[in-house]
């Protein structure tokens, strides 16, 4: 069964640097997702991503996220200077054409610990 | 703007006790509705979805969900528990305006006791 894949699975990091996370959505969807959880609270919703852009982003998603798709497969998440509360869990999801009610499909995470 | 409300934040079942979990959303218009699933260690999966319809919903390894109009509630129902759910159990809503984006419920977490 096709799957989203998410690298690394845990990264540590310290405070101001750039961080990047990695995905790899089901190669026929066309959505891209990246949401987060913070410990002990709510899957946030970060951005979404369509024909090479945003085509939708939360008031998380400040100048110090960026994503891009550079090479047809990975979708990645940048975050340019890591702040203490960027610790969270980062998920990636993907998602087809099937009308506008389609299923996401998740990655297992990517575990971010900023010291 | 939509939101989700899960009320339940940790639950604690024996097996072969039936579980209900409850979840509210608030938003004006048509909604579509999930319950997600997270074992540990793995990724979220989904259990199941409302679009349309019979607004009782079967979904994988004997789970459903009503959802109810006037309430704003999609409930999460299982007969009979196995240790095997063991897991973190999420709604989620998306609204029919075109975003593509689910919203999150903070999630409920379930234990089952053998």
């Known amino acids: 069964e096709p799957e989203v894949t998410q690298t690394p699975s845990h990264q540590v990091t310290q405070m101001g640097q750039e961080v990047i996370l990695r995905c790899v959505p089901i190669?026929?969807?066309?959505?891209f997702y990246w949401y987060r959880q913070i410990l002990g609270q709510k899957v946030e919703f970060l951005v979404s991503?369509?024909?090479?852009?945003?085509?939708?982003k939360s008031e998380i998603f400040d100048d110090q996220f960026s994503v891009e798709r550079p090479d047809g497969s990975n979708f990645t998440l940048k975050i340019r200077s890591t702040k203490l509360e960027d610790s969270a869990m980062y998920f990636c999801?993907?998602?087809?054409?099937?009308?506008?009610?389609?299923?996401?499909?998740f990655g297992e995470g990517s575990r971010l610990t900023v010291l | 703007a939509q939101s989700v409300s899960q009320h339940n934040h940790h639950v604690i079942l024996s097996e072969a006790a039936s579980l209900e979990l409850g979840c509210n959303y608030s938003?004006?218009?048509?909604?579509?509705l999930f319950w997600y699933v997270q074992y540990p260690g793995q990724h979220l999966q989904l259990l199941l979805k409302?679009?349309?319809?019979?607004?009782l919903v079967k979904g994988i390894k004997g789970f459903e969900a009503e959802f109810i109009k006037s309430k704003f509630s999609f409930n999460l129902r299982k007969p009979s528990v196995q240790w095997s759910d063991t897991a973190e159990y999420f709604c989620?809503?998306?609204?029919?305006?075109?975003?593509?984006?689910?919203?999150f419920g903070s999630g409920t977490r379930l234990q089952v006791q053998p």
């Open positions: 190669s026929n969807h066309l959505y």
């Open positions: 938003y004006g218009g048509t909604v579509n």
């Open positions: 999801a993907s998602s087809g054409l099937a009308g506008n009610t389609g299923e996401l499909f």
């Open positions: 409302y679009f349309s319809g019979d607004p």
């Open positions: 989620a809503v998306k609204g029919n305006t075109g975003r593509r984006a689910l919203t």
């Open positions: 991503f369509y024909n090479n852009e945003i085509s939708e």
